[in-house]
């Protein structure tokens, strides 16, 4: 047995092995998996308070009322209460929003469920779930 491990260890394949399961745990520690973080992201309904604030990346949102203003194929996406603005990455969910509100223009309130990202100072929103809101009678 002894021998078998001193021939395995001048391999090159040996070594190559080695070298990448390293490299993956390093990667790992490196990125880490959250379980541990202290600056856990912020709960959605209070980072929207403040209007113009970034929402945290992998912030959730749960049955949100969101008014939306479409141009072209995007859709941008504001909170009714604190008018703080996302824009909706592609999915099939935005595709069924903008058929519906192109065959409706006034139909532009909708609960959302989905997670926020940011990138370059913008809030974006990775759509999972969306209804049409209960329309309100003026």
Do not use: C
């Not at 394949?13 to 990667?27: D, H, K, P, T, V």
């Amino acid at each position: 047995m002894h021998t078998t491990f001193r021939t395995a260890t001048h391999s090159p394949m040996f070594w190559l092995l080695n070298a990448i399961g390293l490299a993956a745990i390093g990667s790992n520690l490196a990125a880490g998996d959250g379980a541990n973080r202290t600056d856990a992201p912020a709960p959605v309904a209070s980072a929207l308070r403040e209007p113009g604030k970034l929402v945290r990346e992998g912030a959730r949102m749960e049955s949100r009322l969101m008014l939306v203003r479409s141009a072209g194929d995007n859709l941008t996406l504001e909170t009714e209460d604190d008018k703080q603005s996302l824009e909706a990455l592609e999915n099939l969910a935005l595709e069924r929003i903008l058929q519906a509100v192109r065959a409706d223009s006034q139909d532009k309130r909708w609960l959302v469920t989905g997670q926020v990202t940011e990138y370059r100072g913008r809030n974006y929103i990775l759509l999972e779930r969306v209804s049409r809101a209960p329309r309100t009678t003026p």
